[in-house]
């Protein structure tokens, strides 16, 4: 049984999510367009931008190695193994407009058996988001 009173608090939200793209400017201008959102940081490599507190660096896969070494950079088809969820009012209307942004929804919107409604798309650096209710 694992001891879980050890007097290590872990922070009560994640400052930080770093995703590795191929193609850094496709991906950069897809959530400009899509989440309509500035860029809070760039440079060469990496773009970043703010979702409320947490903030989503897309940095280029060949810059990345140092930041994970020794593990592996996974080419962007081998499979999603992670899906970033942001909550919205409305699933439906927020399709609609994702769609007339030139998204194209992997799924939904769907009522799920766990009680909420979504839809999920992917981002050009093979992302999985989902939007709730």
Known sequence: ??????????????????????????TKEFYRDVFRLPVTFEDDDSAVFSFGNTLINLLRSTAAHEL??????????????????????????????????GVTLLNGPMDRPWGIRTAGFRDPGGHIWEIAR
């Open 68 to 101: 994970i070494s020794p593990a592996h950079i996974a080419a962007p088809d081998a499979g999603s193994r992670m899906q970033l969820t942001l909550p919205v009012d409305d699933v439906d209307a927020m399709c609609k407009d994702l769609t007339a942004r």
């Open 1 to 26: 049984m694992t001891d879980t009173t050890s007097a290590t608090t872990w922070p009560a939200e994640i400052s930080a999510i770093t995703l590795f793209t191929e193609d850094l400017e496709a």
